[in-house]
């Protein structure tokens, strides 16, 4: 952890010899590291929409074999083999951000700690709490749950407790952290926009054909 918060540092860093503004450097570090982790961010999206179409498939085989777990298993990887979905990758991938938003973490309030003048566009305070950007992340996050779930009532609590528990974090920290959220947020919805696009035109995630 401490090899990837030094080098996020160090990064940030230049970022801010080159921009001379703490706001532009941060979006700037959160652009550079989302398009570093494309690749990585359209294999989770490509792994999701798997996910979501073989749902239904799960839910059947679970209920029709719940009193036998060894036919379930059998039953389940027959589906994953059908639509080469990794239940494991898909772990991996949920897991992977994790050690990269904690060193992020330590990053911004060690910047935090350095200097007590840290502004944004010379005008937003990082080092107080802004109600603005918090009210707009709590906006935009709201908006990416719904883009996720297509606007499913299944999860729908779940995704209103994760909002709530968000809101209830990003109020604890000054703007700078805010601001990182909300700017990594907008980009995700890009991706996934842009993986939604691609997928469409060049079918990534084909559904197999039912065998007569």
Same mark, same amino acid.
């Given at each position: 952890?401490?090899?990837?918060?030094?080098?996020?540092? @160090?990064?940030?860093?230049?970022?801010?010899?080159?921009?001379?503004?703490?706001?532009?450097? +941060?979006?700037?570090?959160?652009?550079?590291?989302?398009?570093? =982790? +494309?690749?990585?961010?359209?294999?989770?999206? *490509?792994?999701?929409?798997?996910?979501?179409?073989? *749902? %239904?498939?799960?839910?059947?085989? =679970?209920?029709?074999?719940?009193?036998? %777990?060894?036919?379930?298993?059998?039953?389940?990887?027959?589906?994953?083999?059908?639509?080469?979905?990794?239940?494991?990758? !898909?772990?991996?991938?949920?897991?992977?951000?994790?050690?990269?938003?904690?060193?992020?973490?330590?990053?911004?309030?060690?910047?935090?700690?350095?200097?007590?003048? /840290?502004?944004?566009?010379?005008?937003?305070?990082? !080092?107080?709490?802004?109600?603005?950007?918090?009210? +707009?992340?709590?906006?935009?996050?709201?908006?990416?749950?719904? /883009?996720?779930?297509?606007?499913?009532?299944? @999860?729908?609590? =779940?995704?209103?407790?994760?909002?709530?528990?968000?809101?209830?974090?990003?109020?604890?920290? %000054?703007?700078?952290?805010?601001?990182?959220? +909300?700017?990594?947020?907008?980009? =995700?919805?890009?991706? *996934?926009?842009?993986?939604?696009?691609?997928?469409?035109?060049?079918?990534?995630?084909?559904? %197999?054909?039912?065998?007569?």
């Amino acid at each position: 952890m401490g090899f990837i918060e030094n080098n996020f540092y @160090g990064f940030f860093k230049f970022l801010l010899d080159l921009t001379k503004d703490y706001g532009l450097a +941060l979006l700037s570090f959160v652009f550079i590291l989302r398009l570093a =982790m +494309l690749p990585l961010s359209f294999l989770n999206f *490509r792994e999701e929409i798997k996910l979501k179409k073989i *749902r %239904p498939k799960i839910k059947e085989i =679970m209920e029709k074999y719940k009193s036998d %777990p060894l036919k379930q298993i059998e039953e389940l990887n027959k589906i994953y083999e059908e639509f080469k979905y990794n239940p494991i990758l !898909t772990l991996f991938l949920q897991f992977l951000p994790l050690p990269i938003l904690i060193s992020i973490f330590f990053v911004l309030k060690k910047i935090i700690q350095e200097d007590k003048k /840290i502004f944004f566009l010379g005008i937003i305070d990082l !080092t107080s709490k802004n109600i603005f950007l918090i009210i +707009l992340t709590i906006l935009i996050q709201a908006i990416y749950f719904l /883009i996720q779930t297509k606007g499913e009532k299944e @999860g729908l609590k =779940m995704q209103i407790f994760f909002l709530f528990l968000i809101f209830l974090i990003i109020i604890q920290f %000054p703007a700078i952290f805010t601001l990182y959220w +909300l700017s990594n947020l907008i980009l =995700m919805i890009i991706e *996934r926009k842009l993986f939604e696009i691609y997928n469409i035109k060049f079918s990534v995630v084909s559904v %197999p054909k039912n065998k007569s």
